[in-house]
């Protein structure tokens, strides 16, 4: 028998839901032994650790980025468009600058949590990339079209004075001296 913690702990040590056969196997002879000697509940992550370092497992390896990015050279306003892998995926977002140790300030977009990631999980994202995935719900010729339909309203600068509006009576623009 496994417990359920430790089932779910060797998932994240691993990277994956999919346990290997042996690994089960030793876990549960592991988990027999811990509750015959007095223990009870999980084994833990330390023990897991071990166990998982003893079989020679762990986790698989993430992609190398092929292209080095050069952050310092990059603006650090938000400006720069990333993928970063968070939460299981890999998500949209913008590089804000540095925080501590090389990690890279990245906000997720739609968090407006600031999140800290090494930069092996995060991927700098061309603005032809983003400008090819963001598609144009509006075509030029149909807006063109539509503007011609509909002139803008004129703007303040527009307007010409009207006599209504001119207040001619300078020096007491606020009728102080009818008080």
Known sequence: MIHAQDELSLQR???TSNLPE???DEVEICTLM???DGGSGPLGSLALIAMLRR???GPTEAPRSEVKTDWQSLPQDGSVHVKAHYFGDWLDGVFLGFVEHGTLAIR???DGVIR????DIVRYVETRELREAIEDPVPASAAAGRLAENPPAPTEDAVEDDEECVNDDAT????????
């Open 34 to 36: 811990y509750h015959r």
């Open 116 to 119: 800290e990631c090494r930069p």
């Open 13 to 15: 040590l691993l990277g």
């Open 55 to 57: 079989m020679r497992l």
């Open 22 to 24: 042996p690994l089960l």
């Open 172 to 179: 007491d623009p606020l009728g102080e001296d009818d008080i």
């Open 108 to 110: 997720i977009n739609g």
